[in-house]
């Protein structure tokens, strides 16, 4: 009986150390989830394009915010059609040409037989933007040859919703335009008129902001988005938008201290533009991630920072250390089979004291 116990008890006892000397987790172990700042190398920071602003505070502006579009003027648009039936003799300019005032365009022939040909100008300078002429056409008082637009100035018309804040934008207030083609440009302008009524199926609100475009960069059906400032000023703790990730009421921002990057829950205020206030969670001084943050999300320390963690919780991988043995960090399959190897030798026990009772 003595000999059965020493086997069991022997059998146990190397199971488990074995176990322990390999850190072995179970079925539904998993391993510790990193919580704390990420430290990451200069190397893995240039790769995944790493770029920080810092928290400041500034005056921000409460504004609304709409989608739109590019649009010329109405004004600044001319169509050209000839004043007499006739036939296209010549024509003079073709598509995305720059004109002149005055500048002749085309030249027809009337039909009345004895009539000079005529020469048809361009009533603005800018740029051809419709050219549906063709030699030989017929032609009649009403049909349009050509158009000619002048891009100089544009109009982003931002529309939005039906709410209480409609009544609060006025033609003359300043507004900010973006687009996705300039992402790292801002181009300011006035609202010039706003729809007298809200469109019936929609109920949407139409807002015309006037935009200077000198360089000619801003093209008719171009996409926008619309800032549009209400209310006065206030000194507040501002970021960057971009750097604000996460769904409604689940927000964080990571904030960078040299190599290392920590993740925090913020609460946001107003909007201005492409800056947000942040109303708790960010310090002033502090630089947080705008670009490259998404990917920080899935980012991982280096292997010796994890070994230093596992030290922490008791797991000692030192040559000298692997016979010890900690009941907490015994995976689920040695605790079954320390209860089979106790149960036996239970029963042997039980089954040794019957006989010697009977005897």
């Given at each position: 009986m003595k000999h059965t116990f020493l086997i069991l008890f022997t059998a146990f006892v190397a199971a488990v150390a074995h176990a322990h000397e390999g850190?072995?987790?179970?079925?539904?172990?998993?391993?510790?989830?990193?919580?704390?700042?990420v430290v990451l190398s200069d190397e893995a920071i240039k790769n995944l394009g790493v770029q920080t602003a810092e928290a400041t505070v500034a005056p921000l502006q409460r504004t609304i915010g709409m989608i739109g579009r590019i649009e010329g003027l109405p004004e600044r648009l001319a169509k050209i059609a000839p004043r007499a039936e006739g036939r296209v003799?010549?024509?003079?300019v073709k598509l995305g040409d720059r004109v002149t005032a005055g500048q002749?365009?085309?030249?027809?022939?009337?039909?009345?037989?004895?009539?000079?040909?005529?020469?048809?100008?361009?009533?603005?300078?800018?740029?051809?933007?419709?050219?549906?002429?063709?030699?030989?056409?017929?032609?009649?008082?009403?049909?349009?040859?050509?158009?000619?637009?002048?891009?100089?100035?544009?109009?982003?018309?931002?529309?939005?919703?039906?709410?209480?804040?409609?009544?609060?934008?006025?033609?003359?207030?300043?507004?900010?335009?973006?687009l996705d083609v300039f992402r790292d440009r801002t181009f300011q302008g006035k609202v010039q008129r706003l729809?007298?009524?809200?469109?019936?199926?929609?109920?949407?609100?139409?807002v015309y902001v006037l935009l200077e475009n000198p360089e000619l960069q801003l093209r008719p059906n171009m996409q926008a988005s619309v800032s549009i400032s209400i209310g006065d000023p206030q000194e507040v703790l501002a970021v960057p938008q971009r750097a604000v990730l996460g769904d409604l009421g689940n927000l964080f921002v990571f904030v960078r201290d040299g190599t290392s990057f920590e993740r925090r829950n913020v609460v946001i205020g107003m909007k201005s533009g492409d800056q947000v206030e942040i109303v708790e969670g960010v310090l002033p001084g502090d630089n947080v991630v705008t670009e490259g943050h998404y990917q920080l999300q899935f980012a991982t320390g280096p292997k010796k920072e994890e070994a230093a963690a596992a030290d922490e919780h008791g797991h000692s991988h030192d040559e000298g250390a692997k016979g010890a043995l900690s009941a907490t960090h015994l995976p689920g399959w040695a605790w079954g089979i320390g209860g089979l190897v106790?149960?036996?030798?239970?029963?042997?026990?039980?089954?040794?004291?019957?006989?010697e009772a009977a005897a």
């Open positions: 850190h072995v987790h179970g079925p539904g172990e998993t391993e510790a989830v990193q919580t704390g700042p003799a010549e024509i003079l002749p365009v085309l030249r027809f022939e009337p039909r009345t037989v004895g009539n000079p040909p005529v020469v048809l100008t361009s009533p603005i300078a800018g740029f051809v933007v419709r050219q549906e002429a063709s030699l030989g056409q017929a032609l009649n008082p009403d049909t349009v040859l050509m158009e000619v637009a002048d891009y100089s100035q544009v109009l982003a018309r931002g529309m939005t919703f039906e709410s209480p804040d409609l009544s609060l934008i006025k033609p003359g207030q300043s507004a900010t335009v973006r729809d007298v009524g809200l469109e019936r199926e929609s109920r949407t609100f139409e106790l149960g036996a030798l239970t029963m042997a026990l039980m089954r040794g004291r019957s006989s």
